[in-house]
C-alpha cells in the first residue's frame, strides 16, 4: 500500500496541494488524476483509458445507448438528487440553485469519497434510483454483473462494490446530514457486515483523503502525513 501512495503522490504533485474540489467541476478534472493507477470503472470493472471505456474488458454489451457506453462519466453513488432533495434550495431552483447558493450541497456535489468513474450508459440507467437487491439476474448489459429495475426505480450492483456503497452512504448522512431510510439502513448495515473493506478500498480512502483533507471513518483511519505538502 505504501508503495502506491508514493507512486500517486508523484502523479497526483501539485493537484494535491491545492485545497479541495470546490464544486462538481472542479473535482472531475481531480477525479480524472486520482483514478490515473487503477482505472477501473465502478459498476461493471471495465478498464478504461482516457475517457473510453475498453468493454471487452469486463464483457460489457450495451442495452440501448452505444455511443454514451463508450465514454466514462463521473457518478456519485449517493446521487446529487438525493442530497439536493433534503436541501431547502432545491426546492427554490433545483440543482442548479443548489449549486450556485448552497454551501452544504457545494461541498456534498464536489465530495470525492463519493465521486466514482462509471460507463455513461449505466450511469444514466441508474439514474437517482436507491440501491436494493433485485431477484433479477444480470443481464441487461452482457457481463457485467448490474442490474436496473426501472418499474421499481431500484438498482442492484454487483457485490465487489456493495460494501463501499454502504460505507460512502454512511458517511455522506454523518458528514452532510442526510437521512437514510431505515428499510435502507438496514441493507447498507448488511451489506458493510457482508462485504468487508478490500485493500483497494482503503487505498482509494487514503487518496482521496490527500485532497478532501479528511479520510471516510467508516472505511478506516488514514495516514494525513504520507500526503504530498
Known amino acids: 500500500m ?5 507512486l500517486f503522490c508523484l502523479l497526483f504533485s501539485a493537484a494535491t496541494e491545492a485545497a479541495a474540489p470546490r464544486t462538481f467541476n472542479e473535482a472531475k478534472k481531480v477525479a480524472w488524476k486520482l483514478y490515473a493507477t487503477h482505472p477501473v470503472e465502478f459498476y461493471c470493472g471495465c478498464r478504461y483509458q482516457g475517457n473510453r471505456v ?3 474488458s469486463c464483457g460489457y454489451v450495451p ?3 452505444p455511443q454514451r457506453a463508450k465514454r466514462i462519466e463521473w457518478e456519485h453513488i449517493v446521487p446529487a438528487w438525493v442530497i439536493g432533495h ?3 434550495c432545491w426546492q427554490k431552483g433545483g440543482r442548479k440553485n443548489c449549486a450556485e447558493n448552497d454551501t452544504t450541497y457545494q461541498r456534498a456535489e464536489a465530495d470525492l469519497h463519493n465521486l466514482v468513474p462509471s460507463i ?3 450511469n444514466g440507467d441508474r439514474s437517482n434510483y436507491s440501491f436494493a437487491w433485485l431477484p433479477q439476474k444480470p443481464s441487461q448489459y452482457g457481463a457485467c454483473p448490474m442490474v436496473v ?3 421499481a426505480r431500484k438498482a442492484m450492483p454487483r457485490q465487489q462494490i456493495r460494501g463501499m456503497i454502504a460505507r460512502t452512504y454512511f458517511y455522506m448522512s454523518d458528514r452532510y446530514g442526510l437521512k437514510i431510510s431505515s428499510q435502507d439502513r438496514k441493507l447498507y448495515n448488511a451489506w458493510n457486515r457482508q462485504y468487508p473493506v478490500e485493500a483497494w478500498e482503503r487505498n482509494r480512502n487514503q487518496r482521496v483523503a490527500c485532497v478532501m483533507g479528511y ?5 478506516g483511519k488514514v495516514d494525513m ?3 504530498p505538502r
Open 86 to 88: 433534503q436541501r431547502q
Open 63 to 65: 442495452r440501448k445507448a
Open 54 to 56: 475498453d468493454l471487452k
Open 120 to 122: 455513461g450508459e449505466v
Open 225 to 227: 502525513e504520507v500526503c
Open 2 to 6: 505504501i508503495r502506491s501512495i508514493l
Open 149 to 151: 429495475d426501472f418499474k
Open 215 to 219: 479520510g471516510n471513518p467508516f472505511v
